[in-house]
């Protein structure tokens, strides 16, 4: 690898020294709220093979993509396949380094132990939702996607008004969920993997089909990245096998 260590630390050059290890590079990565939860793990451990530092800027897919477009500096960014795209037009991301991690549905989350709403198709989704004491999601205006989404399927189903005031928005998921957790809100609804990396909170499973809307998520090389090599080999990391598995377990589709 270009940055990391020396595979033998007792190595040592022509005088005679035992040769220091090489710096590391420090990496910044623009990651969309839904995926972080794998992608923490994942960087740590590539951290301990490639020496490299990575500092992980967390935000809803729409404030990443403002951000990039904007110019702020970084090496790599993870969003929505289409969020990509448009960077990638407008010259701020590198279109031949997009690579998928994987396609992520949305969710409906109860409190750990208590019981799960019939959700088992749309009718049944949109009963349970109408009987719920409570239900809350992301605030769409914060330019997530599960927000965006959830508004919309409320919308079409025609209960976002007749929900009323028992329908609360909260600005990220991990409020949502937070509050279902303590017992305040009933029922959350939001990415799966956000549901899943909450141990107090239970998936009682998938939007139904007709309805799910699953957004697939990649990454990529900006344009202006001080450390291209090594951010293409984070992310040649995060599509390989080992990564595809931690994606899988957390709700992802992956090929």
């Known amino acids: 690898m270009a ?3 020396d595979t033998e630390n007792s ?15 420090e990496l910044i990565v623009f990651c969309a709220g839904a995926v972080q939860s794998v992608v923490r793990g994942l960087v740590e451990t590539h951290r301990q093979t490639s020496g490299n530092i990575v500092k992980i800027e967390a935000g809803t897919v729409g404030s990443i993509a403002q951000r990039v477009a904007e110019g702020a500096a970084g090496d790599v960014v993870i969003a929505t396949v289409d969020g990509l795209a448009a960077l990638a037009e407008a010259g701020k991301v590198d279109a031949a380094s997009i690579r998928d991690l994987g396609t992520l549905g949305v969710g409906v989350a109860v409190r750990t132990g208590a019981p799960k709403p019939d959700i088992r198709d749309v009718e049944a989704f949109r009963n349970s939702l109408l009987a719920a004491k409570s239900v809350v999601h992301g605030n769409p205006a914060k330019g997530g996607q599960s927000g965006i989404h ?25 409020e949502c969920f937070a509050d279902v957790a303590k017992g305040d809100i009933e029922i959350g609804l939001g990415q799966i993997s956000e549901i899943i990396a909450n141990s107090d909170v239970a998936l009682a499973g998938p939007f139904p ?8 998520y990649s990454a990529a090389v900006l344009t202006t990245a001080k450390n291209k090599q090594e951010a293409a080999e984070l992310i040649q990391y995060l599509t390989g096998p080992a990564a595809k598995n931690k994606f899988k377990a957390m709700g992802f589709a992956v090929n």
Do not use: E
């Open 209 to 216: 089909a007709a309805i799910q809307g699953g957004v697939t």
């Open 150 to 174: 959830i508004a919309t399927v409320l919308a079409q189903l025609g209960i976002d008004k007749q929900l009323g005031p028992k329908l609360h928005i909260r600005d990220t998921s991990r």
């Open 3 to 5: 940055c990391g260590y």
């Open 11 to 25: 190595r040592r050059n022509s005088s005679g020294s035992p040769l220091t290890k090489s710096p590391s590079a």
